[in-house]
């Protein structure tokens, strides 16, 4: 009885009931949604080959969408995100990023989770090949790795 009124707690939170360990925190409007690896790529997994702006980075990436995941969180319609790493790192990500560009909250890379030493488990990648604009340094500072949750934020 009690696992069943757990259940029925987590789907009216909107969310399923985690079955690994928690990986990423989202601030919704709804309270804060708790994401396992499992959810996250239930969302969908694309690949994204791309150059980093550290060589050694480079690769295959693989992940849902940073969009798809945002919208899961009732979020998507946010003006700005703090993405903050579990090194502390943040940054904040305009809308216009992830409406733009098809950014991906990678998990994998070249098929297998990305682990803590290789800046995971999670990732957000841009698709630097695509465009020449995400050539310019100011994109470099918003690869966020070692993700650990997003907000969203007010500008001024």
């Not at 946010?78 to 998990?107: C, H, K, N, Y």
């Amino acid at each position: 009885m009690r696992l069943v009124a757990l259940f029925l707690l987590a789907l009216l939170a909107g969310g399923a009931l985690a079955s690994g360990p928690e990986v990423l925190s989202i601030a919704a409007p709804a309270g804060v949604r708790h994401f396992d690896l499992p959810q996250l790529e239930a969302l969908g997994l694309k690949s994204l080959r791309t150059h980093t702006f550290w060589p050694a980075d480079d690769g295959n990436y693989q992940g849902p969408l940073l969009a798809d995941v945002l919208k899961s969180a009732s979020i998507e319609q946010a003006g700005a995100l703090r993405f903050t790493g579990l090194d502390g790192f943040s940054q904040i990500i305009p809308r216009e990023d992830w409406v733009r560009w098809p950014l991906l909250l990678a998990t994998r890379r070249d098929g297998k989770p990305i682990s803590r030493h290789d800046k995971g488990p999670l990732r957000l990648i841009y698709p630097r090949d695509s465009d020449k604009t995400l050539e310019d340094p100011i994109y470099r500072l918003r690869w966020v790795w070692l993700l650990r949750s997003i907000e969203p934020v007010t500008l001024h």
